[in-house]
């Protein structure tokens, strides 16, 4: 099993304990999604696609405030913020914006790209290596950028 999905069991059992609700809320809709993902797939998640599951469910949540700030909910908005803040807990350290450019850099030399139509190549190289310490938009971000200041 997973090494992240036992922890993410264990705090789970934690926000139990201490009645944390916004924790235990959080913490059950990830397991549960994560559960799905692997009766989906017919077998347990990695760790790596655990963190892009847990990536794509704090991008859901960063809609939403989107869409409650544009509704003028703060109440939705602080408590969705306080969902992200738990899930954050459970994500390797993000890498800098340097260090990204600098991973970004030796993968588009690697792979020997040239235009921005190269950014597929780049990015299939790139993805695996952040291991969920940057999310696919912001390496695409750069990667794009990169190759597009190559070009002139």
Same mark, same amino acid.
């Given at each position: 099993?997973?090494?992240?999905?036992?922890?993410?069991?264990?705090?789970?059992?934690?926000?139990m304990r201490s009645n #944390?609700?916004?924790?235990?809320?959080?913490?059950?809709?990830?397991?549960?999604?994560?559960?799905?993902?692997?009766? %989906?797939?017919?077998?347990?998640?990695?760790?790596?696609?655990?963190?892009?599951?847990?990536?794509? %469910?704090?991008?859901?949540?960063?809609?939403?405030?989107?869409?409650?700030?544009?509704?003028?909910? !703060?109440?939705?908005?602080?408590?969705?913020?306080?969902?992200?803040?738990?899930?954050?807990?459970?994500? !390797?350290?993000?890498?800098? %914006?340097?260090?990204l450019i600098a991973m970004?850099?030796?993968? &588009?030399?690697?792979?020997?790209?040239?235009?921005?139509? #190269?950014?597929?190549?780049?990015?299939?190289?790139? &993805? !695996?290596?952040?291991? +969920?310490?940057?999310?696919?938009?912001?390496?695409?971000?750069?990667?794009?950028?990169?190759?597009?200041?190559? +070009?002139?």
């Open positions: 099993m997973a090494e992240l999905k036992t922890k993410l069991e264990l705090a789970l059992r934690d926000a #944390d609700d916004v924790r235990k809320r959080t913490l059950r809709m990830i397991l549960s999604a994560i559960r799905l993902a692997e009766v %989906e797939k017919g077998n347990p998640l990695d760790d790596n696609s655990i963190l892009a599951l847990l990536h794509k %469910e704090i991008k859901s949540r960063r809609e939403t405030i989107e869409d409650a700030q544009k509704g003028q909910r !703060p109440d939705l908005v602080a408590a969705t913020q306080a969902e992200i803040k738990v899930i954050q807990e459970f994500l !390797p350290q993000a890498l800098s %914006e340097e260090e970004a850099k030796a993968a &588009i030399e690697e792979v020997g790209a040239k235009t921005p139509a #190269d950014l597929g190549k780049v990015m299939k190289l790139l &993805i !695996p290596r952040l291991q +969920g310490r940057a999310s696919g938009d912001e390496a695409s971000r750069v990667v794009r950028q990169l190759l597009q200041n190559q +070009g002139t």
